[in-house]
RNA sequence: GGGUGUGUAGCUCAGCCUGGUAGAGCAGCGGCCUUUUAAGCCGUUGGUCGAAGGUUCGAAUCCUUCCACACUCACCA
């Protein structure tokens, strides 16, 4: 490279990576390492702003990204952010000396350094770190994208969300409250193996490759083993493998199951997404309505309040969940009592109601549709919806009062959307062979979402399950509801889009 | 899949309606500056205007198609 390339004024992104490669030369021609191995760091950018007064005039080391440099000749200002925050510098040549200050000059915006200096307040009153020595951690190529802020507005903020999902980690480095939601997310997790191992559960793991797809009403993505010579599936769920477990003789198991789902794109389904399942021996869906409703309060208490602002709505965890069969609720939302209606009656209410509907469906599908439309968005506060019907309930027990046309299964709403799905499993081996062999003839018929036969699954279940009560959670959903996100895109670090060229 | 919108410099945006060959701020580059903080001041570079066609003497601008993303509806536990 001569130099008059060198020192080619061009600001295209190019020639900026190409300044920044000569800067690492020129840094490297002084002497100096610019990608050295460690940093002995003292104190987080936070501590100090917290605890200046018993650090004022003292040493410490800080590590971090430099994230605004202002120069004045001989003396400069800078921001170094950590995991923590931000942090003022200064840096004066008299301080560090010539070739520091020299090699100082060479830094950009996103450079990460180390500093050790002596705690102090600027005339204006901002803590800063006054730099003893200047240690270079690691000069970087790429521009940042430059936000700026002054007196809470930010100005040229990194809003576009193409650019943020898909270079998630500038978004992270310039975007603090984006961090924010995933040490909140981490938080949950934690409470959750904590929620989960304080009540004997064991956690699990299940395969993610499977023969066969069951557990859930879904597509799934296909892949293929090549020294086994056989399709496999990623999983939609992982029910058919937890339940094995309970077989197996482990009385309380969870797992925190990342599913895919070959389907459309929203503000609430990526393809690949995560729900908690677990399953517990010798309970039913009463016994889970208590435990889920103590595990949402939980998460709640966990993230410092009782009731949440989400989508502009109070929610309050701290009152009893109102729990209310489906049928109930029609009456009680339509004014219909739909306890005695058969599909013929369910079609002159849709036709009444201009709902458009199928013909071939069922008496579980109808329910459920028009439950979908009328009902649920109506769910605010936390709501167990009880009693499914049967016939979209294939892994559920039927009711124990008598009544074959539904399961012992809830749902649990809020604000609108599900949460929660939950059953007393099936632990009937013949009842359970009737009903998957029914969804099999579903899929064969061209019910791309219909469940496959799973022998062994059955096999397992004629060895004997003790009755079971058995749960899935939403968890990116119940995260963005205690993170008061509302795209499911906020709460994944990179949520699926289409690849981008690269050049 | 349908509808609406967006795409211009590394980043944030203006210009588009009403066609005349691209503009600002930040960042960069060259200077000045030892308590600044969206630092300031002087100077300066940087663009296949998402892509491809078309209309036109002339297209960032008008038209068509395509691509990507967002919002929304539909589908989907």
């Known amino acids: 490279m001569s130099e008059q390339t060198i020192h080619e004024k061009h600001s295209t992104l190019e020639n900026i990576l190409e300044q920044r490669k000569e800067k690492i030369k020129k840094i490297r021609e002084m002497?100096?390492?610019?990608?050295?191995y460690t940093f002995d760091v003292t104190h987080?950018?936070?501590?100090?702003?917290?605890?200046?007064?018993?650090?004022?005039?003292?040493?410490?080391?800080?590590?971090?990204?430099?994230m605004a440099?202002?120069?004045?000749?001989?003396?400069?200002?800078?921001?170094?952010?950590?995991?923590?925050?931000?942090?003022?510098l200064y840096i004066s040549k008299n301080d560090i000396g010539e070739d520091s200050y020299a090699m100082f000059k060479l830094l950009d915006i996103g450079d990460i350094i180390g500093i050790k200096g002596i705690v102090m307040k600027t005339r204006t009153g901002e803590t800063t770190v006054k730099a003893s020595s200047l240690t270079l951690l690691t000069k970087t190529i790429r521009p940042l994208p430059i936000?700026?802020?002054?007196?809470?507005?930010?100005?040229?903020?990194?809003?576009?969300?193409?650019?943020?999902?898909?270079?998630?980690?500038?978004?992270?480095?310039?975007?603090?409250?984006?961090?924010?939601?995933?040490?909140?997310?981490?938080?949950?997790?934690?409470?959750?193996?904590?929620?989960?191992?304080?009540?004997?559960?064991?956690?699990?793991?299940t395969p993610i490759l499977q023969p066969l797809y069951g557990g859930a009403n879904a597509r799934p993505f296909t892949t293929h083993h090549n020294s086994l010579d056989m399709d496999l599936y990623l999983r939609i769920a992982d029910e058919l493998y937890l339940k094995r477990l309970i077989v197996g003789?482990?009385?309380?198991?969870?797992?925190?199951?990342?599913?895919?789902?070959?389907?459309?794109?929203?503000?609430?389904?990526?393809?690949?997404?995560?729900?908690?399942?677990?399953?517990?021996?010798?309970?039913d869906y009463f016994y889970m309505m208590d435990f889920v409703e103590e595990y949402f309060r939980t998460i709640a208490k966990t993230m410092g309040n009782s009731t949440i602002e989400y989508q502009g709505e109070t929610i309050d965890f701290?009152?009893?969940?109102?729990?209310?069969?489906?049928?109930?609720?029609?009456?009680?939302?339509?004014?219909?009592?739909?306890?005695?209606?058969?599909?013929?009656?369910?079609?002159?209410?849709?036709?009444?109601?201009?709902?458009?509907?199928?013909?071939?469906w069922n008496y579980g599908q109808f329910l459920?549709?028009?439950?979908?439309?009328?009902?649920?968005?109506?769910?605010?506060?936390?709501?167990?919806?009880?009693?499914?019907?049967?016939?979209?309930?294939?892994?559920?027990?039927?009711?124990?009062?008598?009544?074959?046309?539904?399961?012992?299964?809830?749902e649990l709403y809020i604000c609108g959307s599900e949460y929660v799905n939950a059953f007393s499993e099936l632990n009937d081996p013949l009842d359970q062979r009737e009903r998957l062999e029914k969804q099999d003839r579903l899929r064969v018929q061209g019910d791309e979402e219909a469940q496959a036969f799973d022998e062994d699954f059955i096999q397992a279940i004629e060895t004997g399950m003790p009755p079971t009560g058995g749960v899935g959670i939403g968890f990116d959903r119940l995260i963005m509801l205690f993170t008061g996100q509302t795209s499911i895109k906020d709460v994944l670090f990179f949520p699926a889009m289409r690849s981008e060229k690269l050049s």
């Open 31 to 36: 002497g100096i390492n610019p990608f050295p």
């Open 44 to 66: 987080k950018s936070q501590d100090i702003k917290d605890k200046f007064d018993a650090l004022e005039e003292k040493t410490v080391s800080v590590a971090g990204r430099l």
């Open 69 to 88: 440099i202002r120069r004045m000749g001989k003396a400069s200002f800078a921001h170094l952010q950590d995991t923590e925050g931000r942090i003022q």
């Open 147 to 205: 936000v700026k802020e002054k007196e809470g507005i930010v100005y040229d903020a990194f809003a576009d969300k193409e650019l943020r999902y898909r270079k998630r980690y500038l978004d992270l480095i310039v975007n603090p409250d984006v961090k924010e939601v995933f040490i909140k997310k981490a938080k949950i997790t934690q409470a959750t193996r904590e929620f989960f191992s304080s009540h004997g559960y064991l956690e699990v793991e």
């Open 249 to 283: 003789g482990f009385d309380k198991v969870y797992e925190f199951s990342r599913n895919f789902r070959n389907e459309g794109m929203d503000k609430i389904h990526n393809p690949e997404f995560t729900a908690i399942e677990f399953y517990e021996a010798y309970v």
């Open 318 to 360: 701290s009152k009893p969940f109102a729990r209310k069969p489906m049928v109930e609720l029609f009456s009680e939302h339509l004014g219909i009592d739909i306890s005695t209606y058969t599909e013929d009656d369910f079609a002159v209410l849709c036709k009444q109601k201009k709902f458009e509907f199928n013909p071939k």
């Open 368 to 410: 459920d549709k028009l439950f979908d439309e009328y009902i649920e968005p109506k769910l605010i506060q936390p709501t167990f919806v009880i009693d499914y019907p049967k016939a979209i309930s294939p892994l559920a027990k039927v009711k124990r009062d008598g009544d074959e046309r539904f399961v012992e299964r809830f």
